[in-house]
């Protein structure tokens, strides 16, 4: 199985900070890297797509970067809609697997 | 646009089976090419991926469950389902039904999740 480690487990940030979460892989899966975000109480919905590909409709503040085994997923300027937990998922072979979280805290 | 819904009892007992349907309404299982999945989520936890399904009835599984869980579907209805089998306290999550993109392994779309307690 591919393992995959999100590093910080949370951050607490200010309106307008620039937030950088990590991804790691156990091995290389190219590409192949999806990030979600979640609130409280609601499912995740999928920001990016093979590492920094944006899905439709999310914000340009938004980015993400990597291949192989690093990823990360940057927020330029946080915003108060963007208070949320952020999880990595590897998309290049089953099982699917997910990183632990990290969760984006009101400083 | 896409939609899923879950359905299924909210409580199951321990060594019993956890059955969940997840309907899908705009569009159809049978009628395109994609996958359809699993998630289930532990309060307070993290997301763990249970299996995949096409509509031709091809299935992928998590190793990790693979003993205890089916995944089908019915395209008559245009639902999939799942079954999990001699459950335990661990088994208490939030589970969604999800669809996967045409790009890859991803969860494009997803339902709104229901939480299911295994408790006597």
């Known amino acids: 199985d591919i393992q995959m480690t999100q590093s910080p487990s949370s951050v607490s940030a200010s309106v307008g900070d620039r937030v950088t979460i990590t991804c790691r892989a156990s091995q290389d899966i190219s590409t192949w890297l999806v990030w979600y975000q979640q609130k409280p109480g609601k499912a995740p919905e999928f920001l990016i797509f093979v590492a920094s590909s944006l899905q439709s409709g999310v914000p340009s503040r938004f980015s993400g970067s990597g291949s192989g085994t690093d990823f990360t997923l940057t927020i330029s300027s946080l915003q108060p809609e963007d208070f949320a937990t952020y999880y990595c998922?590897?998309?290049?072979?089953?099982?699917?697997?997910f990183g632990g979280g990290t969760k984006v805290e009101l400083k | 646009q896409v939609q899923l819904q879950e359905s299924g009892p909210g409580l199951v007992k321990p060594s019993e089976t956890l059955s969940l349907t997840c309907t899908v309404s705009?569009?159809?299982?049978?009628?395109?090419?994609?996958?359809w999945g699993w998630i289930r989520q532990p309060p307070g936890k993290g997301l763990e991926w249970i299996g995949t399904?096409?509509?031709?009835?091809?299935?992928y599984y998590n190793p990790s469950l693979k003993s205890r869980v089916t995944i089908s579907v019915d395209t008559s209805k245009n639902q999939f389902s799942m079954k999990l089998t001699s459950v335990t306290a661990a088994d208490t999550a939030v589970y969604y039904c999800a669809r996967h993109g045409l790009d890859g392994w991803i969860f494009e779309s997803w339902g709104q999740g229901t939480l299911v307690t295994v408790s006597s």
């Open positions: 399904i096409y509509y031709s009835g091809s299935t």
């Open positions: 705009g569009g159809s299982i049978s009628g395109s090419h994609y996958y």
């Open positions: 998922q590897q998309a290049k072979s089953f099982p699917l697997t």
